[in-house]
């Protein structure tokens, strides 16, 4: 088969090579790959930033893949050939606690990804494609939407009326949007573009700030919220952030801390930490159960993830470019019909 595999840090070692189709074993999925999408997580391993120590060996890059069943282990029960099947990045995180050693199962590094003609995925950490959704539309699940509902649903017990606010207009914050206003909350979204902001309104958000034209984004929250602020952050920008972030947060509100895009250290303001008695909670993705509930979630509320570019199999690299740029919601390779 073709696969794409990272042999070395920046998009010149990622190679196109020609490898075995991989063997099953008894409780795994052949898969026919039909789509994957990126994450910044594929960049921030492409740029040698991200858990360096575990991506020593090449490997096929790209966590998140639909496509559907062709063959079969043994002892499979839960999924038969023809199936329409999501991957999830933890395949050894089912439920519960998450495990020491997850990381190092990772898919789309350092175990194999999607972004080859098959892949083999565990029975048990297999998800169905929610029928309402594409193979494309399915890929940009497993890690922007889970990490999303991961955080909003299992750990913050979001209810209708709440309060979130979702930073700039990257995947995992377009489906904060989607997600947060299809439960019932009320969201405040920003962005660097009034271009991108008009198109988040119409996906439910109910407020929105350009963080260029408007730099104190907690102040301008603080007065959204009639000085209450906001009863959840999905913090994805990083560094310092957190401080504007406990600024603008309702009193035993909850921080997700999810991303790092402007930076991985923070130097946190402890007093308004405490005086605003602020949850912080550290997210990586998110369970094989949660994904399940999740997908039921998205087949009831009818979302359909926003796409922002669909690339060919031959054509990754500028699928990469792309993610370098940056994009409204997600960038999908299509590797097969
Ligand atoms: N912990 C986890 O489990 C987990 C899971 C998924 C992602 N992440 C992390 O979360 C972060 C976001 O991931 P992603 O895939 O959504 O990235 P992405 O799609 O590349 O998002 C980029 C967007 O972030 C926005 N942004 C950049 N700087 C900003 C700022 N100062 N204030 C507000 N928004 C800003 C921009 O939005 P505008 O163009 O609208 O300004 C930009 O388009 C990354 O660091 C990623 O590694 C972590």
Redesign the pocket.
């Known amino acids: 088969m073709k696969a794409w595999q990272i042999q070395g840090n920046g998009l010149e070692n990622i190679k196109q090579i020609e490898v075995a189709i991989p063997e099953p074993g008894p409780r795994q999925l052949l898969v026919k790959v039909k789509a994957v999408s990126l ?3 594929d ?2 391993i492409v740029d040698g930033e991200y858990m360096p120590e575990l991506m020593t060996e090449p490997f096929i890059p790209v966590s998140d893949a639909s496509g559907e069943v062709v063959g079969v282990g043994s002892e499979v029960k839960k999924f038969k050939v023809g199936d329409r099947v999501t991957s999830t990045m933890l395949p050894t995180w089912i439920d519960g606690t998450p495990n020491p050693d997850d990381a190092v199962n990772a898919l789309g590094g350092p175990k194999n990804g999607g972004l080859a003609e098959y892949m083999v995925l565990d029975e048990n950490a297999t998800v169905m494609t929610p029928p309402n959704l594409t193979d494309e539309e399915a890929s940009t699940l497993p ?2 939407a889970l ?1 999303v509902w991961f955080s909003l649903v299992e750990y913050g017990k979001i209810k209708a009326g709440d309060t979130v606010l979702v ?7 377009v489906f904060a949007i989607q997600i947060a206003s299809a439960l019932g909350a009320k969201v405040i979204a ?4 009034n271009e ?1 902001l008009a198109k988040v309104k119409q996906l439910g958000a109910t407020e929105v700030i350009n ?1 260029i034209e408007t730099p104190n984004v907690a102040e301008e929250v603080l007065r959204i919220t009639d000085g209450i602020g906001v009863n959840h952050v999905l913090e ?3 560094g310092d ?1 957190i401080n504007n972030s406990i600024e603008a947060l309702a009193l035993q509100g909850n921080i997700y ?6 930076g991985l250290v923070s130097k946190l303001n402890l007093f308004p930490l405490l005086a605003k008695q602020a949850r912080i909670q ?4 998110g369970n094989h159960r949660a994904f399940e509930d999740m997908t039921k979630a998205f087949a009831q509320l009818d979302i359909k993830p926003i796409i922002d570019t669909v690339y060919s199999f031959e054509d990754a690299i500028e699928a990469y470019k792309h ?1 370098y740029k ?3 919601g997600k960038i999908v390779i299509k590797v097969a019909e």
């Open positions: 994450n910044y997580r960049k921030a890690i922007a990490t930073q700039g207009t990257g995947g995992v914050s920003t962005s660097s573009s991108k963080y994805v920008v990083g952030s801390v999810i991303g790092f895009l402007k550290g997210i990586y993705v993610l940056g994009a409204f």
